[in-house]
């Protein structure tokens, strides 16, 4: 079992940046690759970034990429989501997810998919204003 808390979120303005956290427990963090999704009202959960368990490949939704930085310290257990030139558009609850990582080729896509993570948090609210 792996439980996953999320800070760092809040109101900033178009343009700005937030870095969000997410405080993972258990001895076998660097088995699990992470994820961040997001959910806006009335959307379905968005996929945004993921990272493998040595945090040598990333993935990033198209229109983050370039301003969103994904990362994690294993020693720490946490994994961070730095987001620089937020738009209104990334306005969402923002949630960290963990799945197996079987440490073998898995393409990209694969990593965007909901039902591969295992344990999710609570969520954090970002709200970007224009």
């Known amino acids: 079992q792996v439980q996953l808390v999320e800070s760092g979120g809040g109101l900033v303005q178009a343009g700005g940046s937030l870095r969000l956290s997410c405080a993972a427990s258990?001895?076998?963090?660097?088995?699990?690759?992470m994820g961040w999704f997001r959910q806006a009202p009335g959307k379905e959960r968005e996929f945004v970034s993921a990272?493998?368990?040595?945090?040598?490949?990333?993935y990033y939704l198209d229109s983050v990429k370039g301003r969103f930085a994904i990362s994690r310290d294993n020693a720490e257990n946490t994994v961070y989501l730095q987001m620089n030139s937020l738009k209104p558009e990334d306005t969402a609850v923002y949630y960290c997810?963990?799945?197996?990582?079987?440490?073998?080729?898995?393409?990209?896509?694969?990593?965007?998919?909901?039902?591969?993570?295992?344990?999710w948090g609570q969520g954090t609210q970002v709200t970007v204003s224009s």
């Open positions: 997810a963990a799945g197996h990582d079987p440490k073998s080729y898995r393409d990209s896509a694969y990593w965007t998919r909901v039902g591969v993570y295992d344990f």
């Open positions: 990272i493998r368990w040595s945090g040598g490949t990333t």
């Open positions: 258990g001895r076998t963090f660097s088995s699990y690759a």
